[in-house]
């Protein structure tokens, strides 16, 4: 992971984890349903976010350098992995 990359999810991680205690506190003070609902469908876009900004960096970094390597069973495991989490954020 790049230096920059790892700044914005480290400073993105931690909105969203201002967002989940702010959430706990909806719960706890027994606010509207559809407010807290409003919340927690921030929260998860907010981490679709970060996903997609890693997984392009891993794209531009590790799978980059996997394919430049001229190395058949590293770029094989590269871009299996790439298929197992494009797989897994499908379903």
Known sequence: MTP???KSALN??????GQVR????MVEDDR???D?????QAVRAALGRIEQEVLKGHVATCV????????ASEQR???AELLD???????
Not at 22 to 25: E, F, K
Not at 64 to 71: K, L, Q, Y
């Open 36 to 40: 807290v609902i409003t919340q927690v």
């Open 64 to 71: 980059e350098h996997a394919i430049r390597s001229g190395n």
């Open 32 to 34: 509207y349903c559809i």
């Open 22 to 25: 702010g959430i706990a506190r």
């Open 77 to 79: 495991r590269h871009v």
């Open 4 to 6: 920059e990359t790892k």
């Open 12 to 17: 993105r991680l931690r909105r969203i984890e």
């Open 85 to 91: 989490v494009i797989d897994r954020t499908a379903g």
